[in-house]
């Protein structure tokens, strides 16, 4: 069973900085692009940041140039870099495995375990 733990968030205030992990059992993160995602209350869940397994990463245009995501596969453990935060960083944050980067291996991995999201961790950007 895959298993997704993320921690690190917490109140922070603007412009300040955190740094998120996720641990995840259950597979080798080795062969699959991942992803981080946040959910805003009374929003959808998002992509706002992803890298590959050659290291390749992405982000979304609200995030970038503040947000870096680091992979380290042998600990099978992802983390997100949050500088320069904002009010409207605030949500959930999760991550999973991608698959919006051409991995079939990752699209495969996400049809099958669609339902396997960790808890999240609150990141809250207030003063």
């Known amino acids: 069973q895959v298993q997704f733990v993320e921690s690190g968030g917490g109140l922070v205030q603007p412009g300040g900085s955190l740094r998120l992990s996720c641990v995840v059992s259950?597979?080798?993160?080795?062969?699959?692009?991942m992803g981080w995602y946040r959910q805003a209350p009374g929003n959808q869940r998002e992509l706002i940041a992803s890298?590959?397994?050659?290291?390749?990463?992405k982000y979304e245009d609200s995030v970038k140039g503040r947000f870096t995501m680091i992979r380290d596969n042998s600990a099978d453990t992802v983390y997100l870099q949050m500088n320069s935060l904002k009010p409207e960083d605030t949500a959930v944050y999760y991550c999973?495995?991608?698959?919006?980067?051409?991995?079939?291996?990752?699209?495969?991995?996400?049809?099958?375990?669609?339902?396997?999201w960790g808890q999240g961790t609150q990141v809250t950007v207030s003063s």
């Open positions: 890298i590959t397994t050659q290291g390749s990463e």
């Open positions: 999973n495995v991608n698959g919006t980067r051409g991995s079939i291996m990752s699209q495969t991995f996400v049809q099958r375990h669609s339902t396997s």
């Open positions: 259950g597979t080798m993160i080795s062969v699959y692009d």
